[in-house]
């Protein structure tokens, strides 16, 4: 096999990897990450309406930091806008981006290939790069990661190259797609001086300083317009390293572990680290070990990164991948038969390593493989709210899910909810592209929240002050408290010590949870149904979803108890969207017991027990509907009825308190 045949076959395993694991379940090509679809509403607000703000009419905020990614999701925006004049329904800017981001990390294996042409040698960086799951994630996942990992691998070949002019372009173009980049260029500038020259087949070129420059005058000019609009200076990411909070350090230092248990192959650069410690490893190798090793320092400094797969050092790799490459390439150069072997052979072992994190966890034959797979991979630290966040396949799979159903949640605040209607949430990204009203990001990283006018960074869970997000102005109409429903309603001192622990910037302060219950009784508690979103039909379900909404709206169910007849009736009025809720019917005898009604119309002393399940309320308009007729019951022993009372309850509630319940009790004596 022939060194482009290789590569072509790379490139296949490379799609075919992406494929894999990317889906929905179904076999369908699941959505991009929730935090994707936050450049995907900047887009959409500056093609609709010339505005590039995350909710228009508010002020300039750092809702993303990524000029270029916005610029490429503006185009996508541009053509899902006209798609329908040209027949072109199946295009969408989730498509779009996804395979914009394929197509980068695809360039990028052919691109890590190009540093040693004249040997088959030269496959091993993009061997490393196609079996681990981690640029396989970072390719379809809708951010501009793909795209800054290719102008990171093509500035570092133009560079080695001594190519001035294409040095300049993706030196700029890495600066503008991720403010970061600047990094990598400050490592250039560094590493310049023991490396001026460049030999090229029969030809020596001067590697000049000024292309650098250029991407230094591209940070610039981003840090002197965000400076202008916002007041700051350094991209948040950079805000973030210089004041740290309590244990970020520590948490980034686990973050790398993680890396290293997702992509285990990474233990190889320890071979191309000795080798430079003996002076022994080429130039280009120390090169792309010590920008590498940079930008995991900067990764660590970040604390522990949200996002699966390790997203947040996929740039490293392919610097790690060449690294590894060179070192390699010496021992197969060595005389000694053995020393070569060994190297093939822990390469390929290296391989397999980092390809088994893309799988299901599984036995193989009597191999307890599932067993270990779940321990190497569990979580070294706590996930971020509302993900257990496990390593490897899993924990793609949960964000997969995660932003699957958020995405449910912002097109049912779409289709059911009047658009002025203002969202607080901790998840921005899916129900702020979807839901099109005003949405506030609870973790202060789309928009301000409360004091905080200092974007906070998307690379690191940062937490806020709770009490004064909820008391800020404008107020909130719906507030996402949790991701799911659990097995039973919270108590509002459950939600407010979850959010305390969770989320909150003082969680040991004196009587934080009580100050959060308060602000989180200014609620109702409501049961929505959310369909699931989907490419696969076979995939879309319906779920119940959880939501906080102002109880001044006045919008809780009406109920009402008459008499007609020997009969009684309960109707609903309801002036609102689309909402669950379990009917619950009481009776109360002359003797003073009280009798639940099943929905059989059986009576039971022993409750609670829901007359309707899972009953659908819908705006009534002016009138009321029927939610149950029945008979008035006849007791034993000569008892009878002298009240009926009814109210209802979010489904799955099984204690009496205010989460609980919907509404006001309704009830008719006779």
């Given at each position: 096999m022939n060194r482009s045949i290789a590569l072509f076959v790379a490139l296949a395993i490379l799609l075919a990897h992406i494929l894999a694991i990317h889906n929905d379940g179904s076999g369908g090509l699941a959505f991009p990450y929730d935090q994707a679809h936050a450049a995907y509403r900047l887009a959409r607000n500056l093609v609709m309406d010339g505005q590039l703000q995350w909710n228009p009419g508010s002020t300039a905020f750092e809702s993303y930091s990524?000029?270029?990614?916005?610029?490429?999701?503006?185009?996508?925006?541009?053509?899902?806008?006209?798609?329908?004049?040209?027949?072109?329904?199946?295009?969408?800017?989730?498509?779009?981006?996804?395979?914009?981001?394929?197509?980068?990390?695809?360039?990028?294996?052919?691109?890590?290939?190009?540093?040693?042409?004249?040997?088959?040698?030269?496959?091993?960086?993009?061997?490393?790069?196609?079996?681990?799951?981690?640029?396989?994630?970072?390719?379809?996942?809708?951010?501009?990661?793909?795209?800054?990992?290719?102008?990171?691998?093509?500035?570092?070949?133009?560079?080695?190259r001594g190519r001035s002019g294409t040095t300049a372009l993706f030196a700029l173009l890495l600066c503008l797609t991720?403010?970061?980049?600047?990094?990598?260029?400050?490592?250039?500038?560094?590493?310049?001086?023991?490396?001026?020259?460049?030999?090229?087949?029969?030809?020596?070129?001067?590697?000049?300083?000024?292309?650098?420059?250029?991407?230094?005058?591209?940070?610039?000019?981003?840090?002197?317009?965000?400076?202008?609009?916002?007041?700051?200076?350094?991209?948040?990411?950079?805000?973030?390293v210089l004041h740290p909070e309590p244990l970020q350090f520590g948490g980034g230092l686990e973050y790398l572990l993680d890396f290293v248990r997702t992509c285990p192959a990474v233990l190889l650069v320890l071979q191309p680290i000795a080798l430079l410690s003996l002076r022994r490893l080429s130039g280009l190798g120390a090169r792309a070990l010590l920008l590498g090793l940079l930008w995991l320092a900067f990764v660590a400094l970040q604390g522990r990164a949200p996002l699966p797969f390790c997203e947040l050092c996929v740039p490293a790799l392919p610097f790690l991948g060449i690294a590894i490459q060179e070192g390699l390439i010496e021992a197969f150069d060595a005389a000694s038969r053995f020393r070569r072997r060994v190297a093939l052979t822990v390469f390929a072992v290296g391989l397999v390593a980092s390809a088994l994190p893309s799988r299901e966890p599984a036995d193989l034959g009597p191999l307890p493989l599932e067993r270990i797979q779940n321990a190497w991979l569990a979580p070294s630290g706590s996930g971020r709210f509302g993900y257990a966040q496990p390593l490897g396949r899993t924990g793609l799979e949960e964000e997969i899910e995660r932003t699957h159903l958020l995405r449910g949640v912002g097109l049912f605040l779409r289709d059911h909810v009047d658009p002025s209607t203002s969202v607080l949430t901790p998840w921005p990204g899916a129900v702020g592209y979807l839901a099109r009203g005003a949405v506030y990001d609870l973790g202060a990283r789309a928009s301000a929240i409360g004091r905080n006018d200092r974007a906070f960074p998307w690379s690191r869970r940062s937490r806020i002050d709770v009490v004064e997000a909820l008391q800020s102005e404008p107020g909130f109409d719906l507030v996402v408290p949790l991701l799911g429903v659990p097995e039973r309603v919270p108590t509002p001192e459950e939600l407010a010590l979850k959010w305390r622990d969770e989320l909150d910037a003082s969680p040991a302060a004196t009587g934080r949870k009580e100050a959060i219950q308060r602000q989180l009784e200014r609620f109702e508690l409501v049961t929505v149904p959310v369909v699931v979103d989907s490419r696969s039909r076979t995939a879309v379900r319906e779920e119940h979803f959880l939501l906080l909404r102002r109880r001044d709206l006045g919008l809780a169910p009406r109920v009402a108890v008459e008499r007609e007849g020997e009969e009684f009736v309960v109707r609903i009025a309801h002036k609102t969207h689309h909402q669950l809720a379990d009917l619950r019917v009481t009776c109360v005898d002359d003797r003073g017991r009280t009798w639940w009604m099943r929905p059989t119309g059986e009576l039971t002393e022993r409750g609670p027990v829901s007359a309707r399940r899972e009953l659908l309320l819908y705006d009534t308009g002016t009138r009321r509907v029927d939610a149950l007729r029945a008979r008035v019951p006849e007791l034993a022993e000569g008892a009878r009825v002298v009240e009926v009372r009814a109210w209802l309850v979010n489904p799955d509630a099984r204690e009496d308190q205010s989460f609980a319940v919907v509404g006001e009790t309704a009830s008719s004596t006779w």
């Open positions: 990524s000029p270029v990614w916005i610029a490429v999701c503006t185009i996508g925006e541009r053509l899902c806008a006209t798609r329908l004049n040209a027949n072109l329904d199946w295009l969408s800017i989730n498509l779009f981006c996804q395979t914009i981001g394929v197509l980068a990390m695809l360039t990028c294996v052919v691109l890590a290939a190009q540093f040693r042409e004249e040997r088959i040698a030269s496959l091993i960086a993009p061997l490393m790069l196609v079996s681990s799951g981690c640029i396989a994630a970072a390719a379809a996942n809708g951010l501009e990661t793909a795209l800054f990992t290719l102008f990171v691998v093509a500035t570092f070949l133009a560079f080695e991720r403010p970061e980049g600047v990094l990598f260029v400050l490592g250039l500038l560094a590493l310049r001086p023991f490396a001026r020259k460049a030999v090229v087949g029969t030809e020596t070129r001067t590697r000049a300083a000024w292309p650098l420059f250029l991407g230094l005058a591209g940070f610039g000019a981003t840090c002197g317009l965000r400076f202008l609009t916002t007041g700051a200076v350094l991209p948040p990411s950079f805000h973030a």
